[in-house]
């Protein structure tokens, strides 16, 4: 049995990237922020300026290791009741091993996209030094 045209291309053949984007739109309509009801913190959140691009960058950074501190402390539970012994079990090694395989899977996980929340830190973060400048300022 041919299954070619069931299974969806694997990632990075087929369709480009602004292609699915596209085939996004046109199934789930206009995805413009407003359309998507941000809640008010995330949209009214200004990049900083041009000049704070390095700050920038270290606060995403931030952000993506808190969601991979985040994400590795969720992972944890799951593995927790699986038994390392038996005949393709890592024994007292993969015990050892697990919390770094758990810690890569989430750094992984963010690298893929995550599950948003560093966007929201990074929205956060940069409202809160907003307001610091601000009252600072005045």
């Known amino acids: 049995m041919d299954i070619t045209g069931i299974l969806p291309p694997p990632a990075g053949e087929g369709r480009s990237r602004s292609d699915r984007v596209g085939a996004a739109r046109q199934t789930t309509g206009d ?10 913190r995330l949209r009214s959140a200004q990049p900083p300026s041009p000049a704070g691009e390095g700050e920038t960058r270290r606060i995403r950074e931030t952000a993506e290791q808190f969601e991979a501190s985040f994400l590795s402390q969720m992972l944890k539970p799951m593995f927790e009741g699986l ?18 395989l758990i810690d ?5 996980t963010v ?22 400048s601000t009252g600072a300022a005045a």
């Open 83 to 100: 038994d390392t012994n038996g005949l393709f079990g890592g024994g007292e090694a993969e015990a050892t091993w697990r919390s770094f």
């Open 31 to 40: 995805l413009s922020p407003d359309r998507l009801a941000l809640p008010t």
């Open 111 to 132: 690298q893929s996209g995550g599950i948003g929340l560093a966007d929201t830190v990074m929205a956060e973060m940069i409202r809160m030094q907003s307001e610091q």
């Open 104 to 108: 890569e899977m989430a750094k992984k």
